[in-house]
T-cell receptor, first 112, second 115 residues
Framework: AQSVTQLDSHVSVSEGTPVLLRCNYS??????LFWYVQHPNKGLQLLLK??????LVKGINGFEAEFKKSETSFHLTKPSAHMSDAAEYFC??????????FGTGTRLTVIP | NAGVMQNPRHLVRRRGQEARLRCSPM?????VYWYRQLPEEGLKFMVY????????ESGMPKERFSAEFPKEGPSILRIQQVVRGDSAAYFC?????????????FGPGTRLTVL
């Protein structure tokens, strides 16, 4: 079975400071993992995905995530937060049946 | 290349009415997925379809909900006799293959409100 756990439901950072959104996964096989972002009243946009190639994955808008098998983690980071980064972020694992399992989400607030 | 399109974007129904949600996948995509997002929650998988076939409907409620993806036209998610608990955002995604690494691209969602 596959699942993801997002450890923080809310994260607040000041503009210009680093962002860390935490995600741990559980999978019975080598997983494919994704981060999606959802802006208010909008659909979901893919930030990045890990598919067993390089463990450090670079995404759009300056985000990146590192797959750490020993820690079963796939945390999302960004060196410097921008006001436009304020949104809901979902860590996602894909099942063998090709269905996506979403975490409960982390709401990122950026303080000016 | 247009993305995944969903309509309507907002739908209001009274209890007992039917709701029909449409999803047009990206051009060249033949795999469609429906997800539901209840308020303050993440998305939950409902159903996975290919053209004229339901591949996995393990996330669909047993009653009142059905989905189709005909040979021609959009995929339809149909909810009969809606109840207040059906109020949610319904998202459709599409992919070009069924491979485990293939990206699912999401539409903007349909927000269903049941009065």
């Amino acid at each position: 079975a596959q699942s993801v756990t997002q450890l923080d439901s809310h994260v607040s950072v000041s503009e210009g400071t680093p962002v860390l959104l935490r995600c741990n996964y559980s999978s019975s096989y080598s997983p494919s993992l994704f981060w999606y972002v959802q802006h208010p009243n909008k659909g979901l946009q893919l930030l990045l995905k890990y598919t067993s190639a390089a463990t450090l994955v670079k995404g759009i808008n300056g985000f990146e995530a590192e797959f750490k098998k020993s820690e079963t983690s796939f945390h999302l980071t960004k060196p410097s937060a921008h006001m436009s980064d304020a949104a809901e972020y979902f860590c996602v694992v894909i099942s063998q049946a090709n269905n996506l399992f979403f975490g409960t989400g982390t709401r990122l607030t950026v303080i000016p | 290349n247009a993305g995944v399109m969903q309509n309507p974007r907002h739908l209001v129904r009274r209890r007992g009415q039917e709701a029909r949600l449409r999803c047009s996948p990206m051009k060249g995509h033949s795999h469609v997925y429906w997800y539901r997002q209840l308020p303050e929650e993440g998305l939950k998988f409902m159903v996975y379809l290919q053209k004229e076939n339901i591949i996995d409907e393990s996330g669909m409620p047993k009653e009142r909900f059905s989905a189709e993806f005909p040979k021609e036209g959009p995929s339809i998610l149909r909810i009969q006799q809606v109840v207040r608990g059906d109020s949610a955002a319904y998202f459709c995604a599409s992919s070009s293959t069924s491979g485990g690494t293939d990206t699912q691209y999401f539409g903007p969602g349909t927000r269903l409100t049941v009065l």
